[in-house]
């Protein structure tokens, strides 16, 4: 599995991602009506609440500067395998059905473990499949097609 | 007796086939979520609330709250014998538990949990069976005014005991900014949706919980939780404690559990505050604070005494008030509110059945829980040998297929991926995500009570302090606050001077 293994500084870069956040949700919440405080518009929390977010990610990633980086890992593969699976499962949901869906999805997602087989693999998808099936749609009914259609 | 008419018109609601069914399989499942590690209660309740739709609401609510509280009871079994919290609030049963199953006596750490466990929950209930009605009969007072300041309280107290307060106070923020997706209720201006039409009625509450519990969880769990190293058999006769390890345990599972009372009914604080609280305290008290962390008998007993407590005492908020106690909490609330039931502190007189029968469910799930927990512990602990390369795949399907019931679209999928990738950034980086969703659910109710309170008073935010309970609520908040900066401004000078130690040596 790809990993990242990096040294940063968690606040630097959390402080940074709030003020990013918050930035542009102020500056997208400008197009809402801000109003008075006795009549609020749809802008008014929005922007109080940017504000502070802003305010909050900016004390943050400046007083990171007097706390030690430390290691941190990402795992890049995993997170990509794993958010592929549940996209193809949406993706596939509607034309193919849930038991196709879960099918591939499964085959996809057990590809981020280390120490699962092929037969393995295989083995699983298909019980999962079936399992999905059998409590979703036969038993409690949900409005989903099983199969193409 | 008030109480016993009370409790009889709970027996009736709650002996029923079905209530007891779904009160049954509700514990049950709540154990096997607990034992298991990698998928708490959150992430169960939150893939269960779209099944509901389909049974009623009160043996929804029954089952729901079974998981909940029978979470906390199988949650530290994969704590004392693998050292892998089950749960969240079960971390700490890691600390002495895990020593205590490495001397030997794990059957015995297993034991006293589910009796800990045991005396906390029916602590919580007592609680919660004579506070109730008072604390309904106060929130009759309640104006916007109150409502509001005591959700603040809620939130100021939920960053209050995250590692870095100000961290949690940002992921509240950033909670109360992602609730404002969607239409506004008071002026029908659709925010933040970027041309989604899926987005109009708001971010997903299911998608967002189960996006940042469920799929950042899995994606940090996979290759890192191994449950191979087990090989245990219990015996009765190796899970009953000696004398003496009686005699220190009793008095610890009493303050656990007036500690977890205490923290359950205060809105925003629950099951893992609580079992935080009453460990640091037992190590305080104790004479030998030496001995925790190699396997302290008290320091097993206390916190699962806690968090059981903190379980049941959270539903006095939340059913009296409307106010969640906790994150979990937050999503029965919502559960609720789906099914058509508005809590608040006319539930328990305009529907006593539901009110009482679901008390009446919790003692009987409490007591199944002893029978799951003591003659049956061989089953949970062959449940934690399925390897978790078997489980998240079946998990994440089922996340999915949760996910789109809830409104039959795709899109909610979709959502799920972003706010996973989202939650494991913020993970990543240190953020507690719980405040993030109490934030995302109180968001609404705030704004709406805000809005209204400053609409009454024309604009003057005077009110907040002219109106007598909501004063003491601000006044209380404050204080908080002020704890907070105080603890963070005493952390940071002992920080300050282990490091100048460490320089002059």
């Known amino acids: ?149 | 007796m008030d109480v016993i008419a009370n409790l009889g018109i709970g027996l009736q609601a709650a002996l029923t086939p079905t209530m007891l069914w779904y009160c049954f399989i509700g514990v049950l499942l709540g154990t096997f979520i607990g034992v298991l590690p990698g998928i708490g209660p959150l992430a169960a309740i939150s893939l269960l609330l779209p099944i509901t739709y389909y049974i009623g609401a009160d043996v929804a609510i029954v089952m729901l709250a079974g998981v909940y509280y029978g979470a906390q009871y199988g949650g530290s079994t994969a704590a004392i014998l693998l050292k892998l919290p089950g749960t969240a609030s079960s971390a700490v049963a890691c600390l002495d538990g895990n020593p205590m199953a490495r001397n030997g006596r794990a059957g015995v750490a297993l034991f006293i949990t589910t009796i800990a466990s045991f005396a906390g929950a029916i602590t919580g209930l007592i609680i919660l069976i004579f506070f109730s009605p008072y604390i309904a009969k106060l929130g009759l007072k309640f104006g916007s005014a109150e409502y509001f300041a005591l959700m603040l309280l809620g939130l100021v107290a939920a960053c209050t005991f995250s590692d870095s307060p100000l961290k949690g106070g940002a992921m509240v923020v950033l909670g109360l900014l992602l609730s404002m997706i969607g239409t506004d209720v008071n002026t029908g201006v659709i925010r933040y949706t970027f041309g989604f039409a899926e987005l109009s009625s708001g971010l997903s509450l299911v998608a967002l919980a189960m996006g940042i519990f469920g799929v950042a969880d899995i994606i940090r769990n996979i290759n890192t939780i191994d449950t191979t190293q087990l090989s245990q058999r219990f015996t009765l006769r190796s899970m009953l404690p000696s004398r003496e390890e009686w005699r220190r345990s009793l008095p610890s599972m009493a303050r656990g559990s007036a500690i977890g009372s205490f923290f359950g009914t205060l809105p925003g604080t629950g099951a893992s505050i609580s079992s935080f609280m009453s460990y640091a305290t037992e190590k305080k008290l104790s004479k030998q604070p030496e001995r925790f962390g190699r396997g302290a008998i008290e320091g097993v007993a206390a916190p699962e005494a806690a968090n059981n407590a903190s379980a049941q005492t959270a539903f006095v908020p939340t059913l009296t008030l409307g106010i969640p106690g906790d994150i979990t909490m937050a999503l029965i609330l919502g559960a609720l509110i789906i099914h058509g039931i508005t809590p608040g502190p006319q539930l328990i007189t305009a529907q006593p059945e539901l009110f009482w029968g679901l008390i009446v469910s919790f003692i009987i799930g409490n007591i199944l829980l002893v029978l799951f927990n003591i003659p049956m512990i061989g089953l949970w602990v062959s449940m934690l040998k399925i390897p978790y390369r078997l489980l998240y795949p079946t998990i994440l399907v089922f996340i999915s297929v949760g996910v789109f019931s809830v409104s039959n679209s795709t899109f909610d999928i979709y959502t799920v991926v972003a706010i996973g990738v989202l939650g494991y950034l913020l993970g990543t980086l240190r953020f507690d995500p719980a405040p993030l969703l109490l934030g995302f659910i109180l968001g609404p109710l705030m704004e709406e009570h805000f809005r209204r309170a400053m609409l009454l008073s024309r604009g003057n935010l005077n009110t907040f302090i002219d109106r007598p309970i909501s004063f003491s609520i601000l006044i209380i908040t404050a204080l908080a606050l002020g704890f907070i900066m105080a603890s963070s401004v005493r952390r940071r000078l002992k920080a300050n001077k282990a490091d100048k130690a460490s320089h002059a040596n």
Not at chain 1, 16 to 37: E, K, R
Not at chain 1, 80 to 109: C, E, K, Q
Request: aromatic fraction near 10%; charged fraction near 5%.
């Open chain 1, 1 to 149: 599995m790809t990993k990242w293994t990096l040294k940063v500084n968690h606040d630097l870069f959390g402080g940074l991602l709030l003020v990013g956040i918050s930035a542009f949700a102020y500056y997208h919440g400008q197009q809402y009506a801000m109003g008075s405080l006795a009549r609020m518009g749809p802008g008014f929390l929005p922007t109080l609440l940017s504000v502070v977010l802003g305010v909050m990610g900016a004390i943050l990633t400046v007083a990171s500067q007097w706390k030690p980086s430390s290691r941190v890992q990402i795992q890049l593969g995993q997170l990509l395998i794993v958010a592929g699976s549940l996209a193809l499962f949406a993706l596939l949901l509607r034309p193919a059905g849930l038991l196709v869906a879960t099918f591939i999805s499964v085959i996809v997602s057990s590809w981020a473990d280390r120490q699962i087989t092929w037969p393995g693999r295989l083995l699983l998808a298909g019980v999962v499949a079936g399992l999905a099936s059998l409590i979703f749609i036969v038993g409690l009914g949900m409005n989903m097609p099983l199969w193409w259609g």
